[in-house]
T-cell receptor
Framework: QQPVQSPQAVILREGEDAVINCSSS?????VHWYRQKHGEAPVFLMI?????EQKGHEKISASFNEKKQQSSLYLTASQLSYSGTYFC??????????FGAGTQVVVTP | EAGVAQSPRYKIIEKRQSVAFWCNPI?????LYWYQQILGQGPKLLIQ????????DSQLPKDRFSAERLKGVDSTLKIQPAKLEDSAVYLC?????????????FGSGTRLTVV
């Protein structure tokens, strides 16, 4: 079953912050985050493993709460280059990576 | 390192015709995935290979879709016959292991339009 992402879309001005949430009805082993720009392939940002760790990629960070089966992606001091669609992918114990429907992020000057 | 190569980049066919997509993963990556991405949706896994064996094909419409990975390297995905609802971007990805703690590298995809 695919994870649920929210919000569906967000518009930011440069320098603003945003949070994207990803939740699953199943117990999760890991969560992936990818960014896809229009007409391009999804690009891997980071992976979070069971254990509640938090990771960062430049000014983009994420957390994973395995008890709540949720992950959040934090865009801090957003830059124009952050625009794109962000997908979370979740692995349950069966190992198949299921993607959410995506969150479109638009950063304006 | 070279990325995941896919071809063709675009393909337009009529319904009921057949089409094939090719993927060359990153050298040394044992696991290869084919995903279907319909406009406005997240990628959906069609099939996963570990070397040249199938790990998961539970979401592959086997009456019309087939895939193979000969010699555990290149892979081909075929659709025969195509339907209008097969219009999508077909993404190939690879990773170094089946373990769930490695990210995937995606190719640029093949955009299929069925008319």
């Amino acid at each position: 079953q695919q994870p649920v992402q929210s919000p569906q879309a967000v518009i930011l001005r440069e320098g603003e912050d945003a949070v994207i949430n990803c939740s699953s009805s199943k117990a999760l082993y890991s969560v992936h985050w990818y960014r896809q720009k229009h007409g391009e392939a999804p690009v891997f940002l980071m992976i979070l493993l069971k254990g509640g760790e938090q990771k960062g990629h430049e000014k983009i960070s994420a957390s994973f709460n395995e008890k709540k089966q949720q992950s959040s992606l934090y865009l801090t001091a957003s830059q124009l280059s952050y625009s794109g669609t962000y997908f979370c992918g979740t692995h349950d114990s069966w190992g198949k990576l299921q993607f959410g429907a995506g969150t479109q992020v638009v950063v304006t000057p | 390192e070279a990325g995941v190569a896919q071809s063709p980049r675009y393909k337009i066919i009529e319904k009921r015709q057949s089409v094939a997509f090719w993927c060359n993963p990153i050298s040394g990556h044992a696991t290869l995935y084919w995903y279907q991405q319909i406009l406005g949706q997240g990628p959906k896994l069609l099939i996963q290979f570990q070397n040249n064996g199938v790990v998961d094909d539970s979401q592959l419409p086997k009456d019309r879709f087939s895939a193979e990975r000969l010699k555990g390297v290149d892979s081909t995905l075929k659709i025969q016959p195509a339907k209008l609802e097969d219009s999508a971007v077909y993404l190939c990805a690879s990773s170094s292991l089946t373990a769930t703690n490695y990210g995937y590298t995606f190719g640029s995809g093949t955009r299929l339009t069925v008319v």
